[in-house]
């Protein structure tokens, strides 16, 4: 029997002439871009729109996107586990279309409340929920080539946070802050939603595949695909010494990468730089990563992945420095391109790191669960330089303290070696 005629028994929607797994990751670097409205590099650009228009506060802006922030990431490990049980084909369309009406709900904020519901439900949906799609489908598809097939899913990502930016900037600026939101809206469902229903599967199991590519007879219950990997149950996982010296690592860019981008505008404008140099910055740091995730991710498959972490945490350490000493458009630059490279290696081994030490199994659970921090941290990361401008009138100080952080995140890096069972 030749290939097209199994085609319609694998379950795949159509045969390609090479392995499927590589439409999954292109799938999954689509999703990763859509999760775009609810990154905070996109919903920057809003925040000063909303301070004009209504009069409120940074401190109190800052405050309803860090409690809508971690009241999501508190939700994040039933969302891994809702994901382990109906399978990322039903739970990234019902996702994307939740997050258009997440959009729309937005673009009809006007007051505190309305403002702190939106927060919440753009990043349970888009900057959580989205990115665990794109993260824990592709390590279902590959093992010996995780880092390289997660760095070109990385695309999504830094096209997201290269595009975003400007051109929601000129949307605000052309049409206003409300057409923004309602753009996102349509585009996630007249996009995103078709392709992931139709394009993505599970697994490479269910459609007689292995991963990386060998080809089986079709599989009809879960035992008959062999596991290639040791399997850890959350609750295994989180019994180890190293899930929580991760956790730690991973909370740190999360917290201080979140509070920098989020008050990138004002932060730039402290040294004398206008918005349209903060946006230039947020895209510098998405072309700084594109060249930057294929190294990373070709470096993954081939040294320990805690290495990479640590290499990433010493650069968040370098650009701290170099934000601290911004005072032209070329030292904005430097800063922007540090942060650029440190995105990229925490961008791979965030996806590599927790099914290289736990497996493939439960995946959807461990990454919630590890997600529930990361989210935790970038909660906490705004706050602190929301009330750092506010009470010293600048954010020297709470750079300052920053750098603390990255020091212990390397020292807990290189700790963090991989579990045995």
Request: proline share 5%; aromatic share 12%; net charge neutral.
């Given at each position: 029997?030749?290939?097209?005629?199994?085609?319609?028994?694998?379950?795949?929607?159509?045969?390609?002439?090479?392995?499927?797994?590589?439409?999954?990751?292109?799938?999954?670097?689509?999703?990763?871009?859509?999760?775009?409205?609810?990154?905070?590099?996109?919903?920057?650009?809003?925040?000063?729109?909303?301070?004009?228009?209504?009069?409120?506060?940074?401190?109190?802006?800052?405050?309803?996107?860090?409690?809508?922030?971690l009241g999501a990431g508190l939700l994040m490990g039933a969302v891994g586990s809702l994901f382990d049980r109906h399978g990322h084909r039903f739970m990234t369309t019902l996702v994307a279309a939740l997050l258009g009406?997440?959009?729309?709900?937005?673009?009809?904020?006007?007051?505190?409340?309305?403002?702190?519901?939106?927060?919440?439900?753009?990043?349970?949906?888009?900057?959580?929920?989205?990115?665990?799609?794109?993260?824990?489908?592709?390590?279902?598809?590959?093992?010996?080539?995780?880092?390289?097939?997660?760095?070109?899913?990385?695309?999504?990502?830094?096209?997201?946070?290269?595009?975003?930016?400007?051109?929601?900037?000129?949307?605000?600026?052309?049409?206003?802050?409300?057409?923004?939101?309602?753009?996102?809206?349509?585009?996630?469902?007249?996009?995103?939603?078709?392709?992931?229903?139709?394009?993505?599967?599970?697994?490479?199991?269910?459609?007689?595949?292995?991963?990386?590519?060998?080809?089986?007879?079709?599989?009809?219950?879960?035992?008959?695909?062999?596991?290639?990997?040791?399997?850890?149950?959350?609750?295994?996982?989180?019994?180890?010494?190293?899930?929580?010296?991760?956790?730690?690592?991973?909370m740190i860019p999360s917290a201080i990468g979140t509070g920098l981008v989020f008050h990138q505008v004002s932060i730039m404008g402290e040294a004398g730089l206008g918005p349209e140099v903060a946006a230039s910055v947020?895209?510098?740091?998405?072309?700084?990563?594109?060249?930057?995730?294929?190294?990373?991710?070709?470096?993954?498959?081939?040294?320990?992945?805690?290495?990479?972490?640590?290499?990433?945490?010493?650069?968040?350490?370098?650009?701290?420095?170099?934000?601290?000493?911004?005072?032209?458009?070329?030292?904005?630059?430097?800063?922007?391109?540090?942060?650029?490279?440190?995105?990229?290696?925490?961008?791979?081994?965030?996806?590599?790191?927790?099914?290289?030490?736990?497996?493939?199994?439960?995946?959807?659970?461990?990454?919630?669960?590890?997600?529930?921090?990361?989210?935790?941290?970038?909660?906490?990361?705004?706050?602190?330089?929301?009330?750092?401008?506010?009470?010293?009138?600048?954010?020297?100080?709470?750079?300052?303290?920053?750098?603390?952080?990255?020091?212990?995140?390397?020292?807990?890096?290189?700790?963090?070696?991989?579990?045995?069972?």
């Amino acid at each position: 029997m030749d290939r097209s005629e199994r085609a319609p028994e694998s379950g795949l929607p159509f045969r390609p002439p090479f392995f499927y797994g590589w439409i999954i990751v292109a799938i999954s670097a689509v999703t990763l871009f859509f999760s775009g409205p609810g990154q905070t590099h996109s919903v920057s650009v809003f925040i000063d729109s909303y301070i004009e228009e209504f009069g409120w506060s940074r401190s109190v802006v800052s405050g309803m996107y860090s409690l809508g922030t971690l009241g999501a990431g508190l939700l994040m490990g039933a969302v891994g586990s809702l994901f382990d049980r109906h399978g990322h084909r039903f739970m990234t369309t019902l996702v994307a279309a939740l997050l258009g009406a997440a959009a729309i709900w937005m673009s009809r904020a006007s007051r505190i409340p309305m403002l702190l519901a939106g927060f919440f439900l753009i990043r349970l949906l888009g900057q959580s929920s989205m990115s665990l799609s794109s993260t824990t489908l592709v390590p279902q598809w590959f093992i010996r080539r995780r880092g390289r097939a997660l760095s070109v899913v990385s695309l999504g990502g830094v096209a997201s946070s290269a595009a975003l930016p400007p051109l929601n900037t000129w949307i605000i600026q052309n049409y206003g802050w409300r057409m923004g939101w309602t753009a996102w809206a349509v585009l996630l469902w007249i996009v995103m939603v078709p392709l992931g229903y139709l394009l993505i599967r599970d697994r490479p199991e269910e459609v007689g595949l292995r991963p990386e590519g060998e080809e089986t007879a079709v599989l009809t219950t879960m035992e008959e695909g062999v596991e290639l990997e040791v399997a850890w149950t959350v609750k295994e996982a989180i019994g180890t010494r190293c899930f929580w010296l991760l956790l730690f690592c991973m909370m740190i860019p999360s917290a201080i990468g979140t509070g920098l981008v989020f008050h990138q505008v004002s932060i730039m404008g402290e040294a004398g730089l206008g918005p349209e140099v903060a946006a230039s910055v947020l895209s510098l740091m998405a072309v700084v990563r594109l060249p930057v995730v294929f190294f990373a991710g070709h470096i993954a498959d081939r040294l320990p992945v805690r290495y990479l972490l640590a290499v990433g945490l010493g650069l968040l350490f370098l650009g701290l420095v170099v934000q601290l000493n911004i005072s032209s458009v070329q030292t904005a630059m430097a800063y922007g391109a540090l942060l650029g490279v440190m995105m990229a290696f925490l961008s791979i081994v965030g996806g590599v790191i927790w099914p290289e030490y736990f497996g493939r199994r439960y995946l959807g659970g461990i990454r919630g669960v590890a997600m529930m921090a990361m989210v935790a941290g970038s909660a906490a990361g705004p706050l602190p330089f929301g009330f750092a401008y506010d009470l010293f009138g600048g954010y020297r100080e709470i750079l300052v303290i920053s750098m603390i952080f990255p020091v212990l995140g390397m020292v807990a890096a290189m700790l963090a070696t991989p579990p045995r069972k």
